[in-house]
Nanobody, 129 residues
């Protein structure tokens, strides 16, 4: 059974940091592309960071320089370190697996929800001003 379980969300003041974790079942972890998306009510789910099997990473413009995606192969865990958080970062954050080859060439915010085969349940991040 494929499972992705996020943790690490919470409430923080602007300028603060949070680190999200996503434990991914082995089959899903081995897929080509893993990523983080976020969604606010009434809007489409937005891709913000991806990491492909060779370790290459891509970031959406909105988070570049502030967020870092990484993975721990020994523990099948995907991370998102978020620094210099802003109120606009408030959203439900989701990890995803089994992303497309376009992860290597396209910006994460060009990727769609249907491009990924597996999803976690989400973890809420709230940034106050």
């Amino acid at each position: 059974q494929v499972r992705l379980v996020e943790s690490g969300g919470g409430s923080v003041q602007a300028g603060g940091s949070l680190k999200l974790s996503c434990v991914v079942s082995e089959y899903a972890y081995a897929t080509y592309c893993l990523g983080w998306f976020r969604q606010v009510p009434g809007k489409e789910r937005e891709g913000i960071a991806v990491i492909v099997s060779d370790g290459s990473t891509r970031y959406a413009t909105a988070v570049k320089g502030r967020f870092t995606i990484s993975k721990d192969n020994a523990n099948n865990t995907l991370y998102l370190q978020m620094n210099s958080l802003k109120p606009d970062d408030t959203a439900m954050y989701y990890c995803a697996a089994d992303g497309p080859l376009q992860c290597y060439t396209d910006a994460p915010d060009a990727l769609k929800r249907d491009d990924f085969g597996y999803w976690g349940q989400g973890t809420q991040v709230t940034v106050s001003s």
